[in-house]
């Protein structure tokens, strides 16, 4: 009864290989994130959906490719690996309030380790 | 871009001191949420603060929101080897549909 879960967990893989990451989140909430974290810890958002819209596409290679089949999931895919890749990519959701107390928690996933060769 | 400031990048102390981390914007925020990643895990959401000089604790943990709502901190009193952990300040901005982490602390405590 995993909130939000990803696969795989780790990843290995030559340069200019092509990889997918999923993520899918049993939590009923309706807007999902990728986020990539480096070797010291910064965490900086690639994408958002919300109800499998697009919502946030902050600057990042376009050799990355998210895709939203529906509300529970959200994949990515990653083109022609490079080395500066490497890093721990997090899925996290969140439920999107527009009005009342506003608490947007996001909810991580255990992270995919991704390592490139 | 607007952008979250956290020092210190690195802290260690010794079981039983106190730790302070701080977070800084130049602008006001809607609120501001705090993380914790433990080694090796993911971030795990601790609390929000949404008013203005808020201040709200979790045992050992206590986290302030400023008057002006640009900064804020989280302080452990007693440190304790459970603590050890990356711990993160997130703020939203009224414009933005996203968080804005800051670039975390990592806390070592020795034994």
């Known amino acids: 009864d995993t909130a939000v879960s990803q696969t795989p967990k780790y990843l290995v893989t030559q340069m200019g290989n092509d990889k997918s990451i999923k993520c899918e989140q049993n939590l009923g909430h309706d807007t999902m994130y990728w986020y990539k974290q480096d070797s010291k810890k910064f965490l900086k958002i690639m994408f958002s959906y919300n109800n499998k819209e697009l919502i946030i596409n902050e600057t990042v290679p376009n050799r990355f490719s998210p895709k939203s089949p529906d509300k529970a999931h959200l994949n990515l895919h990653i083109n022609s690996l490079e080395l500066g890749d490497s890093a721990v990519y997090f899925c996290?959701?969140?439920?999107?309030?527009?009005?009342?107390?506003?608490?947007?928690?996001?909810?991580f996933g255990p992270g995919t380790r991704l390592l490139v060769l | 871009g607007q952008q979250v400031m956290q020092i210190p990048q690195y802290q260690h102390v010794q079981e039983g001191e106190d730790f302070t981390t701080y977070c800084n914007s130049s602008?006001?925020?809607?609120?501001i949420q705090w993380y914790k990643q433990r080694p090796g895990g993911h971030p795990v959401f601790l609390i929000q603060l949404v008013k203005s000089g808020e201040v709200k604790k979790q045992k050992r943990l206590t986290f302030q929101f400023g008057e002006a709502k640009k900064n804020s901190s989280l302080h452990i009193t007693a440190t304790q080897t459970t603590d050890v952990g990356t711990y993160f300040c997130?703020?939203?901005?009224?414009?933005?549909?996203?968080?804005?982490f800051g670039s975390g602390t990592q806390l070592t405590v020795l034994p």
């Open positions: 997130a703020g939203r901005y009224s414009s933005a549909r996203q968080l804005t």
């Open positions: 602008t006001t925020l809607s609120n």
């Open positions: 996290a959701s969140s439920l999107y309030r527009t009005s009342g107390p506003y608490q947007e928690t996001q909810y």
